[in-house]
C-alpha cells in the first residue's frame, strides 16, 4: 500500500496569512493526487484533483502543486472560512490512501 | 451537479451484518466508478471499496475484505455495501462517494454519511 505523509499535522494562521500544506507518497504516484476539505460534522469536499486542476467552485486562492513523490496545497491569503481540515489522497492505484490530516486553525 | 443519499446504518452488535445503501440522483449513475469510504470517531478518512460503472470489477481494502462486499443497481441508480462478520474497528461514518467521470482522479461527491455502530 502507498502510504500518505502529510505535515504539518496541524497547523496555526491568522486571516491573510499564505499557508502550505505538503504530502509525501511512500511511491511514485504521476499527478494523481488530490486534495479534500473537511469541516466538523460535514462529508469532505474535492478542492483539487490531479495534483493541480481546480475543482470548480472552488476558489482560486487554493492551488496544487507536485508529481511523483513531492506534493503541495497552497492557500494564498486565508479567509475565515478556510479553517478546517485538509486531507490529501492518491488516486494511482487501490487502495486509495489518505494522509492523516492537517488541522488549520485560527491562531 | 449529482446528489448522494446514504441510508442503512445504525447500532449492531460485533458478528452482526448491515447493508449500507446510497441513492443516487441528478447525474448518470451508471457512468461513475463508485466508491465507499469511512471515517472512526475523531479520525481521518479510510477508503473501503470501489466498483466500476457496470458492477463488474470490485477492489477492497484489505480490513474488510471477505467481509464487505460493494454493489449497485445502475436501473434504481443505488449503490450498495453489505457488510457481514462487523468488528468494533468497523465503527464509523460511511461516506458514498462519486468519482469523477474516467475514474482516478478525485471523489468529487460525497454523500451525508451514514453512521454505523458496532457495539455489545
Known amino acids: 500500500d502507498i502510504q500518505m505523509t502529510q505535515s504539518p499535522s496541524s497547523l496555526s494562521a491568522s486571516v491573510g496569512d499564505r499557508v502550505t500544506i505538503t504530502c509525501r507518497p511512500s511511491q511514485y504516484i504521476s499527478i494523481y493526487l488530490n486534495w479534500y476539505q473537511q469541516k466538523p460534522g460535514k462529508a469532505p469536499k474535492l478542492l483539487i484533483y490531479t495534483a493541480s486542476s481546480l475543482q470548480s467552485g472552488v476558489p482560486s486562492r487554493f492551488s496544487g502543486s507536485g508529481s511523483g513523490t513531492d506534493f503541495s496545497l497552497t492557500i494564498s491569503s486565508l479567509q475565515p472560512e478556510d479553517f478546517a481540515t485538509y486531507y490529501c489522497?492518491?488516486?494511482?492505484?487501490?487502495?486509495?490512501?489518505f494522509g492523516q490530516g492537517t488541522k488549520l486553525e485560527i491562531k | 451537479e449529482g446528489q448522494l443519499v446514504e441510508s442503512g446504518g445504525g447500532l449492531v452488535r460485533p458478528g452482526g451484518s448491515l447493508r449500507l445503501s446510497c441513492a443516487a440522483s441528478g447525474f448518470t449513475f451508471s457512468s461513475h466508478w463508485m466508491h465507499w469510504v469511512r471515517q472512526a470517531p475523531g479520525r481521518g478518512l479510510v477508503w473501503v471499496s470501489r466498483l466500476n460503472p457496470d458492477g463488474s470489477r470490485t477492489n477492497y481494502a484489505d480490513s474488510v475484505k471477505d467481509r464487505f462486499t460493494i454493489s449497485r443497481d445502475n436501473a434504481k441508480n443505488t449503490l450498495f455495501l453489505q457488510m457481514n462478520s462487523l468488528r468494533a474497528e468497523d465503527t464509523a461514518v460511511y461516506y458514498c462517494?462519486?468519482?469523477?467521470?474516467?475514474?482516478?482522479?478525485?471523489?468529487?461527491?460525497w454523500g451525508q454519511g451514514t453512521l454505523v455502530s458496532v457495539s455489545s
Open positions: 462517494v462519486r468519482d469523477r467521470l474516467g475514474g482516478s482522479t478525485g471523489f468529487d461527491s
Open positions: 489522497q492518491q488516486s494511482y492505484s487501490t487502495p486509495y490512501t
